[in-house]
Each structure stands twice: as C-alpha cells, then as structure tokens.
C-alpha cells in the first residue's frame, strides 16, 4: 500500500520550515550549516515523492544533483568554518561580520 | 620650361627643410643656400617667362598638373598649376626682389643665434606665397594662403625673447585669421555655386552667378584681402609686424603676405565682376580710404620703420581702389613697382639701423646720406618714386590708377588719391630729410659705416629698378598692362589730353607734398613753423600720434567683450555648467550609495532573511498571478 503524497510533500514543507526557523535564528556556523543541510533534504523528498506520482525519473536524477552539491558545499563550507573557529576560536556567525561597509 | 612650374616651389621648400634639419651644421653657409633656394626658382621664372612670350597671346595660360590630391565623391581638387601672364609677374616678383632680400640679409643677419632658422623660414615664406600665386585651385591657393599667414607669424616673432616682438607676432596671426575666416567662407560659396574650385572654372561660371550670390562670394573674398593686405578695418597687424628683423619687413611688404590680397582679387575678377559693382565699389572705397587714414598716421610716426609699415599699408590701398575701378593690371603694375621700392626703402632702414645699433628713431638721426653713401642715393631713389616722380617708376603705376579712377567716373576717389599723392610725398620727405639730409647726427656719436657688401648687393639693383621700373608699362612695344591682358583682362586708359593733365597734376601734388616736407623738417628754420603747427593742431597731431586710438578702439570693443565672453565661458559656463553636471552627478551617486550601503551588515543571518523575504515575495506574486 501507497501512502498519499500529500502526507510527504507536508513532512518535507515541515522540514522545509524547521531548516528556514534554524538557520535564521541560530548562531553557530555548524548548526546553521545543519539546518542548510535539512532544507536541502526536504527539497531531496519532495523530488522524490512527484517523482514518483508522476511516474518519471527526472526527480530522481536531480535528486543525485543535489546530494553531489550538496556534499561538495559540505566540503568546502566545513573547511572556511574550520579555518574561523581555528584563528578566532569560535563559530559564531555574528562574531564574523567583516564584509560589509 | 614651364613643365618646370612646380620646382619654382620645391626648391625654395626644400631649402627650408634642408636648412630646418641641418641647419645648425650648415652654419653661415645657410644664407647661400637659402639664396640659391630662391635664385634658382627667378632663372627659372625667367625662362618660363620666355616660353610664355613665344606663345600666341590666347594661348598664354598654361596648367601643369602634377598629382591628383583630393578626390571624394564629386569633389576634385588636384594640385595643378596655372602659368599664365598674372601668376608669372607674381612668381617673377616674389622670387626676384626675394632673391635680393635673402642676399641682404646674409649680411644683415650674420652672427645671429639662430640664423640658419631665419633662412628656413624665409624660404618657407617664399615657397608659400609662390604656391598661393601659382595655384590654379582655390583649396591649394588657400595652403599658401595659411602658409604665408604662418610664416609671417614666425618671422615677426622671430625674436621672441622680446615681449614686444612675440604680442605682433601674435596679433598679426588672430586679426589675419579674422580674414581667413572670411576667405574660408567666401571659398565655400565660391565652391557651392560654381561647383568647383578650380580658378578657370570658377571665373568661367562667374557670369552665370546670381548677382547676390556673386556679390556676398566676392565681399567674402575681399574680406580675406583685408587681412593678408592690410586695409581697413584689419590693417592694424602690419605697423606692429615690424618687430621682426628688418629683411622680413622687405619681405612681406614688397614680395610675400600682403600682395596675396591683391593678387586674389585680380585673379578672381570675373567674380568681382560678376556682382555687378557694388562689391568692386566697396573695394576701391575701402582702398581708397585706407590709403588716405594710413598716410595720415604715417605723418606722426617717429619710428622709420612704422612709417614705412603705413605707407605700406597706404600703397596696398591704392591697389585696391585700382582693383575696385576695374583696373586689374593697372593695380598689378603698382604692385610690381612698389615691390621694388618698398624692398628698397626697408632694406635701406635696415642698413641705417644696422649702422645705428638697432636705432629706428628718426629723431635721434640726420645727414647720413653723406656717412653712407650707398645706402643714402639708393634710399633717396625709393623716396622720389613713392613720392610720384617723373620719371622715377612709382610716378607711373600711382599715375595709371588716378587715370583709372578718373576715368571711371570716380572723381571723390580720384581725389583722395591725389590728396593721398601729396600726403604720400609729405610724410616719406619728411622721413627722408630728417634721416638723410642736414646736419650728421647719431645716437650717442656713433661711428656710422655703410652697407657691407652683401647688403649693398641687394640695394644697388633694387635701387636702379625703383628708377627705371616704371618702363615695363611705358606705351610702347610690350607692356605689362598687354601682357596681362588675357589673364586679367583689358583696363581702359583714357586718351587724349586728360591723362597728361592728371599727371601733372599728381606731379605737382607730389611736389607740394615734398616742398611741405622740406619747409617744416629741412631748412634751417624749420624747427619754428613745425611747432606752431603743432600747437595750433594739437587735439589733431595729438589723435594721430595715438594711431587715432584705433587699436584702443578694437581693444574696447572687440578684445574687451572677448575676453568678457571667454571668462563667462571659462568661469561660469565650463566651470559651474559642464563641470557643476558632471560632479553633480558624482555627488548624486556617492550621497545614494552612502545611504544603500548601510544594506550590507555583514551579519550573514541578516542576508539570510533579506534572502529568504525576496523569495516568499516573489513566490506569492507568481501564486497570485496564478502561475503556480
């Protein structure tokens, strides 16, 4: 038996939102990162879930897309969070406000 | 031979080249070159000459086409030369009395600084006023016309060290440009009517011309002479011109510069014609007038050479009242003449002032026609030819114009002529007897020493022909007015016994003038007369002492609101308008990017909620226009 896809496209609208919540109002660099990471995740079902109600693999392979951007901004946003923490000992996002006017 | 007309202007040009580029290593030998630069070019005219005169008379105008220069679309100009009788007088003139000029001043101007340069310029001088008489296109005419104009800058201001020297050489370049300017024009109309510049075809279309058209082309044209030519209202450049070295006042007094003005309109006279009379009549009015006012500053001045400057200046006006009567060779004859004792009377206040230290005063001189002899007998030839001497040459050419005059029925101008005739006589005897004759008197005693051999060279030739040059017109077998005949066409002189009145009367007129001189300047009592003259006239001698306060004149009303109108532009237009725009429009953006950048906090939570209402908004927009 199916579940309707109505109940995954709200589970991931909720993940959607959970991640936006987070990465606005948290400080830290590597949890703002986590909720990125969760944002990313609800757009992966909700591919997922039309990609299956529609019956095409295009959702699918997008899906791949995301997960290999995904992994290579991990890479790369992990190591400029690395290199903060390690000169300014901390990983707080307002700490680190030096491109602006 | 006269396949040979371009080298007429080539050499003189390559000597100046030659000599603006070796010039230092050539040394004092620059004088000889610069002289065979132009020596070369008169046997060459004189051959050409020869030619010309075993041609049928209908046959003598030749054009020698050396290269296509210009060619857009419809319009074509090609540098070609026209030979024909008018353009071979000029050519002979510029290059014979040059020749005699350059040879002078290998002497006058030894152990100059920068001597080598003062030939290259004088032959560049040279080589221009023979590309603007010998150019059969009025585009090319009007390249030796700026050339002449430049080099007379060059020359004027050849001291330039001197404050004096380097504000003549200025103005006479801006008030010549005031007539460029008009020439300028005049050549476009010319060129818009007659659909070509080239001369022949120019005069040919002249007779089909609106008399309008003919009249503003031809007034536009004159307005040119005005400047290169000296007459009112632009003459004011030439008395200042004599800033520069003596040599180069002979030169553009007698062979270059201010000749061009005639030489331009007598061989545009079908124009002139064409306009049906009002514009010649302004030209013989204006001639006529500037003859007369110049002869009257020349009265006052103290300097030899400005008396000589306006006398200049008088002499190109009787041209032009010969040119505005009709009669276009009668004006090339006086031409010719005055070239030479005009040369002659410069060349010789060059000597008196190389003898002198420079000294151009005439009060501070008398008696030197004893201490220099060659220089004294040869400057009393151009004092009685300019005076109207028979049978010295300026009798003739001056005689032949008031005919003219009287014979077109312009008897107000043939008066003034004749009064200018006396006045003419008066103020050259006036220079005369005080530099000349009496008691010897120098400045400081110096010790005075005739012309050196190379001055004296140029002086004895130009000197017979300031007495015998009158016999190239005399009736008789050839004369100038026939062989000028097919280029300028025929001038009526009148016949019978008029013309013998009216020479007498001009000589009798000049005689006054002369005896005038001699009872005020010359007897021993003249000093009395002089100043109770002076005292009963002084508002009068006192005005003409000051030039008539012409140049202030100019100055109020035109250098003045000039300058008023270049500090308006410079200090309110540019600097509030232009530049106000432009920095305007610069504080514009610094003032709203001050205020937009107060946007970028660095705070990435910020960019993040900036970020994310840009897309909720764009989002429910498309939702709402139902595309979601």
Known sequence: MSVAPGYYLALAGLMFSVGVVGALTRRNAIVIFMFIELMLNAINLIFVTFSRMWGHVDGQILVFFVLVVAAAEVVVGLAIILVISRRRGTANVDDVSLLKW | ??????????????????????????????????????????????????????????????????????????????????????????????????????????????????????????????????????????LLLYVGWEGVGLCSYLLIGFWF????????????????????????????????????????????????????????????????????????????????????????????????????????????????????????????????????????????????????????????GYMFLALGVGAYSVAIFHLVTHAFFKALMFLGAGSVMHSLKGETDMRRMGGLRKAMPVTGWTFMMGWLAISGIIPFSGFFSKDAILASAWHEGQFLL??????????????????????????????????????????????????????????????????????????????????????????AIALVAGVAGIAAARFLYALPSGQKPLETLHERFSPLVNATQHKFYVDELYGR????????????????????????AVNGVAWLVGQSSWALRRVQTGYIRNYALTFLFGVVVAFSLLAFRGVL
């Not at chain 2, 630069?37 to 049928?56: E, K, N, R, S």
């Not at chain 2, 009517?193 to 075809?201: D, E, F, R, T």
């Not at chain 2, 005739?450 to 007495?467: E, I, N, Y």
């Open chain 2, 1 to 138: 031979m006269i396949d040979l007309a371009p080298y007429v202007i080539a050499l003189p040009l390559a000597g100046a080249l030659l000599l603006l580029i070796f010039g230092k290593r050539i040394g004092e030998a620059a004088g000889i070159v610069a002289s065979a630069a132009i020596g070369v070019p008169f046997l060459l005219a004189l051959a050409m000459l020869v030619d010309l005169l075993g041609l049928h008379a209908e046959e003598r105008s030749v054009i020698v086409t050396t290269f296509e220069w210009i060619e857009v679309g419809d319009f074509e100009a090609a540098a070609r030369l026209l030979v024909d009788p008018l353009s071979i007088v000029m050519v002979l003139v510029v290059t014979g009395v040059g020749t005699l000029i350059h040879i002078y001043s290998i002497g006058y101007m030894h152990g100059e600084a920068r001597y080598a340069r003062f030939f290259s310029y004088m032959n560049l001088f040279a080589a221009s006023m023979l590309l603007l008489v010998l150019a059969d296109n009025l």
């Open chain 2, 414 to 503: 043939w008066l003034i002529g004749a009064v200018t005739a006396a006045l003419t006589a008066f103020y050259m005897s006036r220079l005369y007897f005080r530099v000349f004759e009496g008691k010897l008197v120098t400045p400081g005693n110096l010790h005075v020493h005739d012309a050196p051999p190379s001055m004296a060279a140029a002086l004895l030739p130009l000197g017979a022909l300031a007495v015998i040059g009158g016999a190239i017109n005399l009736p008789g077998a050839l004369t100038l007015e026939v062989f000028l005949e097919p280029a300028v066409g025929h001038s009526e002189v009148p016949g019978g016994i008029v013309p013998w009145i009216l020479g």
């Open chain 2, 161 to 316: 060290e001197r404050p004096a020297a380097a504000n003549a050489a200025k103005k006479a370049f801006i008030v010549n440009r005031v007539g460029d300017f008009s020439f300028l024009i005049g050549i476009f109309v010319l060129s818009a009517s007659a659909g070509s510049l080239a001369v022949g075809q120019v005069n040919a279309e002249a007779g089909g011309m609106a008399a309008g058209v003919a009249t503003a082309a031809a007034l536009l044209l004159f307005g040119g002479a005005t400047g290169k030519s000296a007459q009112i209202p632009l003459y004011v450049w030439l008395p200042d011109a004599m800033e520069g070295p003596t040599p180069v006042s002979a030169l553009i007094h007698a062979a270059t510069m201010v000749t061009a003005g005639v030489y331009m309109i007598a061989r545009f006279s079908p124009v002139f014609e064409a306009s049906g009379g009002p514009a010649l009549l302004v030209v013989a009015w204006i001639g006529a007038l500037t003859a007369l006012w110049a002869g009257l500053l020349a009265t006052a001045e103290y300097d030899i050479k400005r008396v000589l400057a306006y006398s200049t200046v008088s002499q190109l």
């Open chain 2, 557 to 580: 009303a035109i250098v003045l609101p000039g300058k008023a109108l270049a500090s308006f532009c410079a200090n309110f237009l540019d600097a509030r308008i232009v530049d106000g």
